[in-house]
């Protein structure tokens, strides 16, 4: 019982901070553009044309 006590309060801290993280993420506009980040990776524009051969 006396263990109730003590992880009862810890998971709702530990929820509650990442509760704050996802609201935090939401706010930072982290999700706006998801289809970039994936095409992004497939663009080589960072390499002239004499590195590529």
């Known amino acids: 019982?006396?263990?109730?006590l003590i992880l009862?309060?810890?998971a709702l801290f530990?929820?509650?901070l990442g509760l704050a993280a996802f609201?935090?993420?939401l706010k930072a506009k982290q999700y706006e553009d998801l289809d970039g980040a994936a095409?992004?990776?497939l663009l080589d524009d960072?390499?002239?044309d004499d590195?590529?051969?």
Do not use: K, Y
């Open 1 to 4: 019982m006396t263990n109730l």
């Open 23 to 25: 609201m935090w993420s």
């Open 51 to 53: 590195e590529r051969s």
């Open 46 to 48: 960072d390499l002239d």
């Open 39 to 41: 095409n992004r990776i």
């Open 14 to 16: 530990l929820g509650g």
């Open 8 to 10: 009862i309060p810890v």
